[in-house]
């Protein structure tokens, strides 16, 4: 088991490619904060990512960085998803694509898994769901093997990133999908304040409106399972953010 130090505050994710080099991801979509935040997520499982705001820009790109998954937007300025997903295939053929839809376009989501798209997540969604569908798609895809290191430890806090289990001391606590998130955040950055804008890019939806509170609410419900009855791990700086230690720093 290897802890966690702050060294180690862009922790390897659970999956990389078989050859023990970073996972390579190419994300298309012509909204270009959107495109840098689903970059920004996607490196921070440690992948290697590319970027395109165009299809044409995209098969160009897919062409020279041989991605292990393509992340796609329906639509594009020049041609579509389909034509891009159909020139993509060409090239390589077994290469996994989630497609980006609105979430009303009922007929795009049905003509991309009818074309070939391997999955899809409706727009708004959070950053952690893309990260997810990709994780799993390149596993399935035979590109990805799981890690030994996918554990997680400060102090006598651990957590698995492949089966989501958490312990303290050896108890097992139960969490939603929300809170092991963000207690991933925080177990990635140990003794690094991160400000309630980093958490709330990294957890949350990419257009949540910056409700602020909601991170003060979420952190509370990790410190009642975390550090009750326990010494705190999980630290408020006032005017920072929060910074999560092993209990005996």
């Known amino acids: 088991m290897m802890p966690v130090n702050a060294a180690r505050s862009e922790s390897p994710a ?4 078989a050859d023990g080099t970073p996972l390579r991801v190419l994300v298309v979509d012509d909204d270009t904060s959107l495109r840098e935040l689903l970059s920004m997520a996607l ?19 897919a062409r020279e960085f041989r991605p292990d998954a393509v992340v796609l937007d329906m639509m594009l300025p020049d041609i579509d998803g389909l034509e ?5 295939r060409n090239d390589t053929p077994s290469v996994p694509v989630l497609f980006l839809t609105a979430r009303d376009a009922v007929e795009d989501r049905i003509a991309g898994l009818t074309a070939g798209g391997d999955d899809y997540v409706t727009k708004p969604f959070s950053l952690e769901e893309v990260v997810a569908r990709v994780r799993a798609l390149v596993r399935r895809s035979g590109a990805a093997v799981a890690r030994d290191d996918a ?5 006598d806090l651990y957590l698995d990133e492949d089966s989501r289990e958490v312990r303290r001391g050896g108890t097992e606590i139960s969490l939603t999908a929300t809170e092991f998130e963000l207690l991933r955040f925080l177990m990635r950055n140990p003794r690094r304040v991160l ?6 890019d990294r ?13 003060e ?5 990790l410190r009642r399972k975390i550090d009750a009855g326990r010494a705190p791990m999980i630290h408020t700086m006032r005017g920072a953010g929060y910074v999560l230690r092993a209990a005996a720093e």
């Open 195 to 200: 400000s309630k804008a980093q958490i709330l």
């Open 203 to 215: 957890v949350w939806n990419y257009d949540f409106g910056g409700q602020a509170n909601v991170v």
């Open 151 to 155: 554990v997680l430890t400060v102090g």
């Open 84 to 88: 891009v997903l159909r020139r993509l």
């Open 14 to 17: 659970g999956v990389r490619r």
């Open 217 to 221: 609410l979420y952190i509370s419900y």
């Open 43 to 61: 490196r921070f499982e440690a992948w290697d990512v590319r970027t395109a705001e165009a299809g044409i820009e995209a098969v160009r790109t």
